[in-house]
């Protein structure tokens, strides 16, 4: 079954979109993750901090581009 997204007639099947939101929250669960191990921030700062300040915000504006790319209208 095929599904027309509004706005640029770009066609995405309904599997698509289901691997792509599955891509999307694998993908902030292996960003997010390791800012959750207690020792991180202490014996590994500068990893910490990398996570923290390059990679999770770069994945927000990917995922933000990615959004309006895939579901907005006439952009």
Do not use: D, H, R, W
Request: charged share 10%.
């Amino acid at each position: 079954m095929e599904v027309q997204i509004k706005g640029g007639g770009f066609y995405m099947s309904n599997n698509k979109y289901i691997l792509f939101c599955i891509f999307v929250g694998l993908g902030a669960f292996l960003i997010i993750s390791p800012l959750f191990i207690p020792n991180l921030k202490s014996e590994m700062p500068l990893v910490y901090s990398f996570i923290k300040f390059f990679v999770l915000p770069s994945y927000i504006v990917a995922l933000v581009g990615s959004y309006f790319v895939f579901c907005k209208n006439n952009i």
